[in-house]
């Protein structure tokens, strides 16, 4: 699977875990020189509270595209340490 954003590969792994439909990624597979931290959070029932990073490429940001939860319930577990897409990002 690869996360492509701006004609460009921001993460590929083909070791993603689906939940929900989307894909989460090991964060090993991200390049993190296009990624930055943001101070937005989300909170879900049973996955517990997201953080979330902006995707930086060529020069333009898409806020907030990228997700993960740092300490996700148990019933989240297999996401613990991956990050999944959203705002444009294509997942193929």
Known sequence: MKAIWNDTVIA?????VVVEGNH???EAALDMSLFSASDT???CPWKGT???YN????????ADAA?????????????RGRVAFW???RVE
Do not use: L, M, R
Request: hydrophobic share 30%.
């Open 24 to 26: 989460y990624f090991p």
């Open 50 to 52: 997201a953080h979330y």
């Open 67 to 79: 997700w993960y939860y740092p300490e996700p319930k148990d019933a989240a577990a297999e996401i």
């Open 41 to 43: 959070t989300s909170v």
């Open 55 to 62: 995707v930086d490429v060529g020069g333009q940001t898409n």
């Open 12 to 16: 590929e792994s083909d070791d993603t």
């Open 87 to 89: 705002k444009g990002v």
